[in-house]
């Protein structure tokens, strides 16, 4: 089976109801999204085999851990670098995530330490790599925004010309 047979209203009252509560038994999710349980547990299996759903997590607080300094980190790296980098990066428990950029920058690091101290060595382990440039997050307004499942996203073009 391909993906688009399973993103019909029903896989996508699945995703959003496990976006919400990735914990509901396969019964209740199959209440909420009126299928048996049995269709619900195959579609789930599809959905995972397919890679729709990569997987279950547990979302922890980071300053429960110690990890109160949240920071990104733009990278820009010469040729010979590149490589180098996403292999050290991959070494990096701070690093939480990192995303190949286009533009002036090459990478852009997501990264969390216990301490501004930690945060220096860390940028310093960088620069053999290339250029670190640092911005400290204040506060996140808007985190970890679930996944519009309906494939209708409202964007600010369409939001504005409601406005007119």
Same mark, same amino acid.
């Given at each position: 089976?391909?993906?688009?047979?399973?993103?019909?209203?029903?896989?996508?009252?699945?995703?959003?109801?496990?976006?919400?509560?990735?914990?509901?038994?396969? =019964?209740?999710?199959?209440?909420?999204?009126?299928?048996?349980?049995? =269709?619900?547990?195959?579609?789930?299996?599809?959905?995972?085999?397919?890679?729709?759903?990569?997987?279950?997590?547990?979302?922890?607080?980071?300053?429960?851990?110690?990890?109160?300094?949240? =920071?990104?980190?733009?990278?820009?790296?010469?040729?010979?670098?590149? #490589?180098?980098?996403?292999?050290?990066?991959?070494?990096?428990?701070?690093?939480?995530?990192? #995303? #190949?950029?286009?533009?002036?920058?090459?990478?852009?690091?997501?990264?969390?330490?216990?301490?501004?101290?930690?945060?220096?060595?860390?940028?310093?382990?960088?620069?053999?790599?290339?250029?670190?440039?640092?911005?400290?997050?204040?506060?996140?307004?808007?985190? #970890?925004?679930?996944?519009?499942?309906?494939?209708?996203?409202?964007?600010?073009?369409?939001?504005?010309?409601?406005?007119?």
């Amino acid at each position: 089976m391909d993906s688009t047979a399973l993103m019909d209203t029903y896989g996508r009252k699945l995703l959003a109801e496990l976006q919400a509560n990735a914990r509901l038994s396969t =019964a209740e999710l199959g209440r909420r999204i009126g299928l048996s349980p049995t =269709a619900t547990a195959e579609r789930l299996r599809q959905m995972e085999e397919l890679g729709i759903l990569r997987g279950y997590t547990v979302e922890i607080d980071p300053e429960a851990l110690g990890l109160e300094v949240l =920071a990104f980190i733009r990278m820009s790296c010469g040729g010979q670098n590149y #490589h180098r980098l996403i292999d050290f990066v991959q070494t990096l428990e701070e690093v939480r995530e990192c #995303h #190949h950029l286009t533009g002036g920058d090459d990478f852009l690091l997501k990264v969390t330490t216990t301490s501004m101290a930690n945060l220096e060595a860390l940028i310093e382990a960088l620069l053999p790599y290339g250029n670190p440039i640092t911005s400290l997050v204040l506060s996140s307004p808007v985190e #970890h925004r679930r996944y519009a499942v309906t494939g209708q996203l409202i964007s600010v073009a369409k939001k504005q010309q409601r406005r007119r």
